[in-house]
């Protein structure tokens, strides 16, 4: 049964917090919307750099509706590695393989001018390896952790777009996926609220930011530290307000945080349980090539337990920790991500992502990651004749904080990992993979990840991660 507030306040006065924190960035948009002259003006950080911001582009047919569609299975295996002990939450040792699958309906409309509506139904079915579990930088990020491996059909994002023109021209706008074909505004206020997963606005990379069409690894395609507000499929309410420049743009967003640890019910007690997102996004020159730096800070408050809390009181009574038994009302998480990409000329494209949480207070929604490095090469078209195909190198180091750290080590569990005692060391994991294009929107993927020290953990491992990915896209 969902609770609605802890502090039983009737649910009209939480749903009203929320809603009046859409309605202020919404007035915001209107007014910065409304032109004062001399005003800075606004566009797309990435995909008009080089635009020029008094020359409109030509016409281009606007789509009024439109329909999109993904389909996604992925086949890992690992074999038998060493592990000398396992927990309850510990990949298993012993040779085994598992699928996952994804279809995703992309729906568009076009209301009124600059207004735009978005429904994603979704169908996920199957299970990562060991249920997901055991390896903190999991190896499909097509992977979630929810009790039946039954295909499911859900809403998985549900948005109303609202953009406000300023001066300046317009630019062309590719139709595809929650995108409709046309033109939009190159300087402009974007107001997106609804059902979305935060990783459609944030943390962007064009190097590494898709697990179903580029790296897979979960602090490979986004940063492994950011633990954004989502449930257990990857999704949140909430609002989103952008705005866009030649080469820059900055963007805010409140979300709604998961009742517990990684659930699927939402905490409907807005004033204690939320997530603020802030990103700034700018296009730069070296040695003459063109990349995209981002700097994200995010502040998240939810009804989390206390990694020191717990050690204490499994010191004091000789007993495992357990995370749950400290969680009080109002407890905060806050944490950076930079990342950027760098165009090589040609094919080549190169990107990194450093993330970093405090950790003090329990992971809660996206991975048991509380600092995370990834460095990686992508290449297009590695072959030739192959000009669709795509090819890359990555590199992941993930690590934890001291309280954290001491906890899984005392025998407490996570969401995710803990195996029942700990030789700590960080975890490193090198992805590789080659996608081939098969016939036009039909793509193959083999896949390699090597991963040392899974969940942090001396004793166990290596470990090797062999992977298929069949990918439609249309």
């Not at 357990?322 to 090589?344: E, P, Q, Y």
């Amino acid at each position: 049964m969902v609770r609605f507030s802890r502090d039983h306040e009737p649910l009209r006065t939480n749903v009203a917090v929320f809603l009046a924190m859409g309605v202020s960035a919404l007035l915001v948009a209107v007014a910065a919307a409304s032109g004062q002259d001399g005003a800075p003006t606004i566009s797309s950080a990435v995909a008009t750099a080089d635009a020029s911001p008094e020359a409109s582009a030509p016409p281009a047919a606007e789509k009024r509706f439109d329909a999109h569609f993904q389909f996604t299975s992925v086949t890992q295996y690992h074999p038998a590695f060493t592990a000398p002990y396992s927990g309850q939450n510990s990949l298993d040792p012993d040779s085994e393989h598992q699928t996952t699958v994804t279809a995703t309906l992309f729906l568009g409309a076009r209301l009124w001018k600059n207004a735009e509506l978005y429904v994603n139904p979704e169908m996920s079915g199957g299970k990562g390896l060991s249920s997901t579990l055991g390896i903190a930088g999991f190896p499909n990020g097509d992977a979630f952790r929810v009790g039946s491996p039954e295909p499911k059909i859900y809403l998985a994002r549900l948005m109303l777009k609202q953009s406000f023109a300023l001066e300046g021209g317009t630019e062309p706008v590719e139709d595809g996926p929650n995108q409709l074909g046309g033109t939009r505004p190159v300087r402009r206020w974007t107001l997106t609220v609804g059902r979305f997963g935060l990783s459609d606005f944030f943390d962007a990379n064009p190097y590494s930011g898709d697990a179903r069409m580029q790296f897979m690894n979960w602090a490979a395609w986004t940063a492994g530290a950011w633990d954004y507000a989502a449930d257990t499929r990857g999704y949140t309410w909430g609002f989103v307000l952008e705005r866009f420049d030649t080469d820059w743009a900055v963007r805010i967003a409140a979300a709604a945080e998961p009742l517990v640890a990684n659930g699927e019910q939402f905490d409907t007690d807005l004033l204690h349980a939320h997530s603020f997102n802030a990103e700034y996004e700018r296009g730069y020159t070296l040695a003459g090539r063109q990349g995209t730096a981002r700097l994200l800070v995010f502040y998240n408050v939810a009804n989390m337990g206390n990694y020191d809390e717990a050690n204490a009181e499994a010191l004091a009574s000789g007993q495992p920790p357990v995370i749950a038994d400290t969680r009080r009302v109002g407890r905060t998480k806050w944490g950076f991500i930079v990342n950027a990409d760098l165009s090589l000329g040609g094919p080549w494209g190169v990107f990194f992502r450093g993330s970093w949480n405090d950790g003090v207070n329990e992971a809660w929604a996206y991975a048991e990651i509380e600092r995370s490095v990834s460095a990686g090469v992508l290449r297009k078209g590695p072959f030739a004749g192959r000009p669709n195909d795509e090819a890359g190198l990555a590199l992941i180091a993930n690590g934890l904080s001291s309280g954290h750290r001491e906890y899984l080590a005392l025998g407490g569990y996570g969401f995710m990992i803990g195996d029942g005692r700990l030789n700590y060391g960080h975890e490193a994991i090198a992805e590789v993979f080659y996608q081939a294009a098969l016939v036009e929107h039909l793509w193959f993927a083999g896949d390699y990840q090597l991963i040392v020290n899974p969940a942090y953990n001396r004793d166990r491992g290596p470990v090797n991660v062999l992977g298929a990915r069949l990918h439609v896209e249309f």
